[in-house]
């Protein structure tokens, strides 16, 4: 940080802990006095107080009035002026993330204290687009949702992505986007301004990290995370911390093999996925009609033909958890992906299909709907380089 810049290099690594260490604090319990966050922090109150100078005077923590202290002194007839707070700037910067999936591209930017502040989502055929337009289109939505000086204060561009990633952000393959062998931040660096950091997760984990940090608390325990889009991916959570498994491919049950109607093995996000339910329903709706939107409709309505392929979902649903909680054992399942909306319309179904085959011994875990699912994997883009900004030990992300 400018402030500290001429300070010797450990005293500075020092303060800039100890000031991500007060960042973080805010961000976690919001509003405190500047005794508790000196409490906080474990250190003196002049110790404290120059933190909070530091970062007052670069404008990402303000004073603000206690407005229970004022009402609480009126209450008992005492004057004075009501106690101060600390808390973050939230316009100070703001974080991005994109989700570059097979049919749109959605977009997310949040502020400083963690709250979406601008959301945008363009339909896009990202496998018939290829890999420049994918990026280009993607930095264009981002430049139309962010203020005219967003840019400036952008300190952060995540990018979600239904793809087999190392841990370094390599895409080895993306099956349903065609892309293989790439590297995203890369290849959204040109369309950013030199000073954005960047970097790429999978779409599953994204959504997974995005749902905990959007959480007062983190759900405890074991979290899996399924992204219902085209494909379905796969995120787990331990205790709010993700769990890659030992080549990044934890968490992925839409790879599993599920019996078909037809007695064949299909992959589970072949039958459970968008592309799956949509092709279904364009064999039996009327024409001009077959989009998500009317057939859960359809399925609202009780129509014969979406309830027949809503069943077979909620089969191909429950086997599929069903032998993913046999290994994951996961305390809780959320869902996230537009094709979550169905979840809701069919959720007992899933449970009756799910209790016949479930061995004894086994609980089943409960299921909920991400509150924003479709833009969940962007959020959670989002709160990566956010979680990483407020990092004491955090690398630059720049590629």
Known sequence: MSHVASLDPALRRVRQGSEMAALRALHRFGRLSRADLARVLGLNRSSSGHIVAALTAEGLVREVA???????????????RPGILLELQPDAVFFAGVEIGVEHISFVAIDLSGT?????????????????????????????????DGWARCEGFGIAIP??????GRVRVAPLLGWRDVHPA???RPHLP????????NDANAFAI?????????????????????????????????????????????????????????????????????????????????????????????APGAVAIAEGWARALAFGLSQGCRLVDPDQIVL??????????????????????????????????NADPTFGAAFGAACI???RFLAADAEPAHV
């Open 163 to 168: 793809a087999q990633m190392e841990r370094g």
């Open 66 to 80: 206690d407005a229970s202290d004022g009402a609480e002194r009126a209450a008992k007839g005492r004057a004075g």
């Open 194 to 201: 030199d000073k954005v950091p960047v970097a790429a997760e």
């Open 116 to 148: 979406i502040v601008a959301q945008r989502i363009a339909a896009f055929d990202a496998p018939a687009a290829g890999l420049d337009d994918a990026f280009e289109t993607a930095a264009h939505l981002a430049a139309d949702a962010l203020p005219s």
């Open 336 to 369: 996230g992906g537009s094709l979550a909306a169905l979840y809701p319309l069919v959720g007992a179904r899933v449970a009756a299909h799910w209790a016949r085959i479930q061995d004894p011994g086994f609980p089943m875990p409960g299921i909920v709907v």
């Open 385 to 387: 380089l956010h979680q």
């Open 210 to 302: 995005g749902d905990a940090y959007g959480r007062d608390a983190a759900r405890p325990g074991v979290t899996l995370a399924l992204v219902l889009e085209t494909g379905v991916g796969g995120g787990i959570l331990v205790d709010g911390a993700l769990f890659r498994g030992g080549h990044g491919l934890a968490g992925e049950i839409g790879h599993l093999l599920v019996p078909a109607g037809d007695g064949a093995l299909r992959r589970l996000e072949e039958l459970v996925g968008l592309e799956g339910v949509l092709s279904a329903w364009r064999a039996s709706a009327p024409d001009g009609a077959a989009t998500l939107e009317a057939f859960l409709g359809e399925v609202k309505d009780r």
């Open 186 to 188: 890369a290849l959204m």
